[in-house]
């Protein structure tokens, strides 16, 4: 069973909409962590939760929020979308020797 | 700012040659990953290294962590077509040190050819 799965795998949104990215840890799992890729910039880290608390922010504007649900589920939503938010959302759940990543949701902003 | 920067940037090499990719940085990290990443994919874990002058062994590949742990190589041995990838190094604990909070270099884009 994957470690951490992700839906949808993709998204096409047009600008302003909003939208909500799932992530579901494998069980046992109580911190997910959410990173945005882009060519152009990598990898940043979006944020951290643990047991329903947000423990690490980047800096990424507020359009970008999170949440974590008590069975370790976490959502994260983009409001007013902008074309620069094209990207691969990234969720990762920390293990002892590193961190293990889920397959993405490519988001597409038109 | 911190940051780490991965060269060389693109590499395209044949079957059976060899190759080394880097990553730098002005920071010291308490620790340094390598991740691999295929398209459309996440990152996979290749590697942790935490102590300076740490050199870590996987099948053909040979990591390295730098003496003053600020930087760190990916050696290849005889690359084949399924090495191909995004090598990624991340380091935790930098500045801030913060472990949790990993700080990612751009990549270097490797392509095998057959």
């Known amino acids: 069973k994957a470690g951490v799965t992700q839906t949808p795998r993709y998204l096409i949104k047009t600008r302003g909409q909003q939208v909500t990215l799932s992530c579901s840890p494998i069980s046992g799992h109580r911190s997910v962590s959410w990173y945005q890729q882009t060519p152009g910039q990598g990898l940043q880290f979006l944020f951290e939760?643990?047991?329903?608390?947000?423990?690490n922010k980047g800096n990424f504007p507020g359009r970008f929020s999170g949440r974590q649900f008590s069975n370790s589920r976490s959502e994260m939503n983009v409001s007013t979308l902008e074309l620069g938010d094209s990207a691969l959302y990234l969720c990762?759940?920390?293990?002892?020797?590193?961190?293990?990543f889920g397959s993405g949701t490519r988001l597409t902003v038109v | 700012t911190q940051l780490l920067e991965q060269s060389p940037q693109f590499l395209s090499i044949q079957e059976g040659e060899n190759l080394t990719v880097y990553c730098n940085s002005s920071?010291?990290?308490?620790?340094l990953q390598w991740y691999r990443q295929e398209p459309g994919e996440g990152p996979v874990l290749l590697v942790t290294?935490?102590?300076g002058g740490e050199v870590k062994k996987l099948k053909r590949l040979t990591f390295q962590f730098g003496d003053a742990r600020k930087d760190s190589s990916l050696h290849i041995t005889a690359a084949q077509p399924g090495d191909t990838g995004l090598y990624l190094c991340a380091g935790g604990g930098g500045e801030d040190g913060n472990n949790r909070k990993l700080i990612w270099g751009l990549g270097t884009s490797l392509a095998v050819n057959p």
């Open positions: 939760y643990f047991s329903e608390t947000q423990r």
């Open positions: 920071s010291v990290f308490s620790s």
């Open positions: 290294v935490v102590t």
């Open positions: 990762a759940i920390k293990e002892s020797y590193g961190y293990t």
